[in-house]
């Protein structure tokens, strides 16, 4: 026998509402964190394909002569300005660069080198194909400004050879532009081909460490950029 004034049948729609609020509440709660998480993934596919490098090359040359020659006390410079912007609402940081120069040899060309001919890495243009002498290939992992979102960041790397460095590539260089010297020209006239190697890492998405990761996981946070043509061998 019931007690006084207890409903079963009321309890139960009680019980009921309460679960539909449940379920509406585990519900709205899905479609919200699904939302964000579709926003998420959409800001780092933007990131991805909407970050562009502005690049520039400048070679100079130090301790030239009176003849016009490089001295055995010189240098050579490639300054590499990147300007990066980024349209997406992801801030940036680079992560990696590197960089590789090369200068056209040729003392190689006119056979007079056969060492560095059969060394040379070779890209072919409209006078066919031409030999380079690589005097650059570094990378290094910098601590450096971030790029903002939908902003933009400058960044400036000097790439350094001399004797002191590196006695026979500069020795390689100093060749090259002696040749060049001879034929008229002089060392800034010497044609030169850069490449450029940036990788970024997004803002708030974080490394899939496990090695069982795929390889998507792995890379979702990494933007590569490659400017220029890569003619190592």
Known sequence: MNDAGFDPRSTAKVVRRALWVVVCVA??????????????????????????????????????????RVGPDGSVTVRVTAG???????????????FSGWIRDGPAEAGLNETRRLGDDRLTGTEGEMRFFRVFGTSSEPSLDPIPARGNQTFTFDFTMSAATDASRFAAVRNVTDFAVSKGGDAATVPW?????????????????????????????????????????
């Open 27 to 68: 519900v709205i709660l899905l479609v919200v964190f699904a939302s964000l998480s579709a926003a998420n993934f959409t800001s780092i596919v933007q990131a991805k394909a909407s970050i562009y490098v502005v690049p520039r090359f400048t070679v100079t040359f130090a301790g030239i002569g009176s003849d016009s």
């Open 193 to 233: 081909n850069q490449f450029l190697y940036l990788v970024f890492t997004i803002d708030g998405v974080p490394e899939a460490n496990s090695p069982s990761a795929p390889n998507y996981l792995r890379d979702i946070r990494r933007i590569e950029r490659e400017i220029g043509v890569n003619i190592a061998s």
């Open 84 to 98: 990066v912007e980024n349209p997406s609402s992801r801030g940036l940081h680079i992560y990696l660069v590197a």
